[in-house]
């Protein structure tokens, strides 16, 4: 029996005659459990991409960022991330909220290697983890079900030329994420940003900010 194939997997497997090869795929290369190597790999990242559904049962994927070992994996049943500040509307914790059945894809674009995760998640506000991660407002839990590697022919290589400096560190202040400055935000910042866009160079209009945006100042 597949945990990962239905009839729709199977009907196109048939088509193409690839039947035998998924399930051999699958024998041998999915897990139930996040193995040493697994675990090496994913906390060496910093950077993953998150699926949820929404509450109209949409599909969305979203970019998570944050320095190398960000995604703990606390045993081989369980991985951790941080929800850090963001833009306000808590989509994909709110996603998680309303379905617990996520995706994670972690990729090395350097090596090139890629990792998939299936698991079910949940959202934490007094999880005692939050304390290891500055300003981190939320805690998400992930119960393994399936992680596999991916064959990493078709990832293209890509070099790092630096980390985001909105990334929290301990050694500095984070700084002000550069849309809150804009003018038409101003009036809806949450009562810890009051004060700040003054502090970190002023207001400024929607165009000045997709200026910036373009010249890879955001």
């Known amino acids: 029996m597949s945990r990962l194939y239905g009839e729709q997997h199977r009907a196109l497997q048939e088509q193409f005659n690839t039947s035998k090869l998924a399930d051999r795929v699958e024998q041998i290369v999915v897990q139930s459990e996040v193995t040493d190597d697994n675990k090496a790999f994913i906390e ?11 509450h109209q049962g949409r599909p969305t994927v979203s970019y998570k ?19 850090f500040d963001g833009n306000g509307m808590f989509f994909s914790m709110g996603n998680i909220a309303g379905n617990a059945q996520i995706g994670m894809l972690f990729i090395d674009f350097e090596t090139p290697l890629r990792l998939r995760l299936q698991g079910v998640a949940s959202v934490h506000t007094d999880d005692p983890l939050l304390a290891e991660y500055k300003e981190a407002d939320l805690i998400v839990r992930v119960t393994v ?14 070099t790092k030329v630096a980390p985001s400096r909105y990334v929290p560190k301990d050694a500095c202040e984070t700084p002000l994420a550069g849309w809150k400055r804009i003018d038409l935000m101003q009036d809806v910042l949450p009562p810890k940003d009051h004060g700040r866009p003054e502090q970190s160079g002023g207001v400024i209009t929607m165009g000045e900010w997709f200026e910036k945006i373009k010249l890879g100042e955001g």
Do not use: E
Not at 69 to 78: L, N, Y
């Open 145 to 158: 079900s399936d992680v596999w590697p991916n064959c990493p022919r078709y990832v293209h290589r890509y």
């Open 44 to 54: 060496a990242r910093d950077m993953f991409f998150l699926s949820t559904v929404d």
């Open 65 to 83: 960022g944050g320095a190398p070992g960000f995604v703990k994996v606390i045993d081989p049943k369980t991985v951790v991330f941080p929800s």
